[in-house]
């Protein structure tokens, strides 16, 4: 049966501003689609649903909002890197992974693993690596990553090189080579969050 435009209104004024923060809401609000969608059934989010959004937004309690975190920068690479021990194989992965979030853009739970290895869900050691060479000179590493949150068929997983000390591409080819005798399907980068 279709939520109607009424209900949804009803169920965010009722349930949202008490405890909730907007992206809260929204996130319900997408489920909901996404529920309405897969099931073939109408979906009456409209105008109204965003005005009630909006207007609910307004009146959460300060606890619902968390202050912005701040920016990681090179630097923050840099002492990584001055404090990890880059010839432990736990301690190259922890600065592959770091790297490369930075450089590409990256959510870390598409890098990490947080529970047990799945090669269905999570980068393997045999998982294909495409190298190159772009017009401009500059070195590029290419592979997929099997899903994340949002992407159940994966995502590209896109590299090019800083020339910097704490380059995604540098990090990345040493946390291969350091670990050249991993079995084909163990995680590439083991780590766990």
């Known amino acids: 049966m279709p939520a109607s435009k009424?209900?949804?209104?009803?169920?965010?004024?009722?349930?949202?501003?008490?405890?909730?923060g907007n992206s809260v809401m929204k996130t319900w609000m997408e489920d909901l689609c996404l529920w309405h969608m897969i099931n073939d059934t109408p979906w009456h989010g409209s105008h109204l649903l965003c005005c009630t959004l909006r207007g609910t937004a307004k009146v959460a309690p300060p606890s619902t909002h968390q202050s912005k975190r701040d920016?990681?920068?090179?630097?923050?690479?840099?002492?990584?890197?001055?404090?990890?021990?880059?010839?432990?194989?736990f301690d190259i992965a922890v600065f592959a992974v770091a790297c490369i979030a930075f450089?590409?853009?990256?959510?870390?739970g598409e890098l990490l693993i947080n529970s047990k290895f799945d090669p269905q869900a999570h980068v393997a050691?045999?998982?294909?690596?495409?190298?190159?060479?772009?017009?401009?000179?500059?070195?590029?590493?290419n592979f997929v990553i099997p899903c994340t949150k949002t992407n159940m068929n994966g995502a590209s997983i896109n590299m090019s090189d800083s020339t910097c000390n704490c380059s995604n591409i540098t990090a990345f080819e040493h946390h291969l080579s350091?670990?050249?005798?991993?079995?084909?399907?163990?995680?590439?980068?083991?780590?766990?969050h």
């Open 71 to 89: 920016l990681v920068t090179i630097d923050h690479l840099k002492a990584l890197q001055c404090h990890l021990n880059l010839s432990d194989t």
């Open 178 to 192: 350091s670990n050249i005798l991993i079995p084909e399907l163990c995680p590439s980068l083991p780590l766990k």
């Open 6 to 20: 009424f209900l949804l209104s009803m169920f965010i004024t009722i349930h949202g501003p008490s405890s909730m």
């Open 125 to 141: 050691h045999s998982t294909k690596i495409t190298r190159g060479q772009a017009s401009n000179n500059t070195k590029f590493i």
């Open 103 to 108: 450089w590409c853009c990256c959510h870390l």
